[in-house]
């Protein structure tokens, strides 16, 4: 770029929130994408050209008079057949597919920078993507234009790596950063029906929204959050010898929940401990009693390798649980569904 270009005066944009989750993930997915393609295309293009820079060593050799950038740009094209995006394009984007150079000079034209800028989702993601470009143009201007247009296709490859992977690495730390910013929250429903001989209950145990805490570290592309609540669990109708049974009173459970996530995907766990509470039965021409132990603990996985995104319903059937195997074993059959919702909700909301 030359020191006299003129680029267009960007109008104020949006900052990125975790509103625009999803375009942040999926800009980053294109960029790492693309930064390991041009990283293998360098590779692959260098290993055509090193041999034929040998060979113009030798005037006697058979390929002493192959054109090097013409064998090399060949094999750029049939590489480039091969290219796929991720996410063509990124949720939300509507600017150019990509901002040419006009080959010989250091030059954009400011129309398709502004064109890159307005189609983006927000703020940060068109910094990136304009600081992209802007290495290139200054690059060029340090090289001079005759020096840089004059280099191999592996250079230009190689070149593109390297920007990509500064693309990359800038959207992961804007993707850390929306998440941090908001705040995770948990809540989950399990109503499991268990139907035995003589015996047809159907539960409900509900966790109200619980408010994670924990950030992400620089030095790790994952993270944990914690949170703690509470989870009421009730029978909401039952048959026992046929006869129709009411209930009353509620178990109480302390719920510990820590959800690991690097932005893209989730995985939960919780750990419940038994509180004082128990649930009356009273059934026709009989009364019944269920008391559960107080401090009796359980833990285990909720689910694993979900999508991590600003609303998420992850829903199972309970007949695929742990717990209905431990049942099937003593003739009992269970079915439902649990359903645990994760929201990312952005401040002042």
Known sequence: ??????????????????????????????????????????????????????????????????????????????????????????YGYSGPVTVGMKFGSCEQKPAELEALRAGSQCKEI??????????????????????????????????????????????????????????????????????????????SYVTPAIEMEGKSSPGSDSWTVNGKGKQSGKIKNAKIGGMTCKSSGQLNDDIDMALDTDGFVMSLKSKSTGRPGDIKLRCMGGYGMSMRPQGEVGSGEVFAAERFASEADVSQDVSTMPIAKILRQGGMSVSGKQTVTVRLVCPAE
């Open 1 to 90: 770029m030359s020191s006299a270009m003129i680029l267009p005066a960007f109008a104020d944009q949006a900052k990125c929130s975790c509103r625009n989750l999803r375009s942040v993930q999926e800009e980053l997915k294109n960029a790492e994408y693309e930064a390991m393609f041009f990283a293998d295309m360098a590779a692959k293009l260098k290993a055509v050209e090193d041999p034929l820079i040998e060979a113009h060593k030798n005037p006697t050799h058979p390929d002493s008079d192959v054109s090097i950038h013409d064998r090399s740009s060949r094999a750029r094209a049939v590489i480039m057949r091969t290219f796929k995006l991720p996410y063509n394009p990124a």
């Open 126 to 203: 068109a910094d990136i993507a304009l600081a992209h470009e802007a290495e290139h143009r200054q690059r060029c201007a340090r090289e001079t234009a005759a020096v840089y247009w004059d280099r191999l296709p592996s250079q230009f490859a190689a070149e593109e790596a390297e920007r990509y992977r500064e693309q990359a690495n800038a959207m992961r730390a804007q993707l850390k950063r929306i998440v941090d910013e908001g705040t995770i929250t948990v809540e989950a429903k399990l109503e499991p029906r268990i139907k035995g001989p003589q015996f047809d209950a159907t539960y």
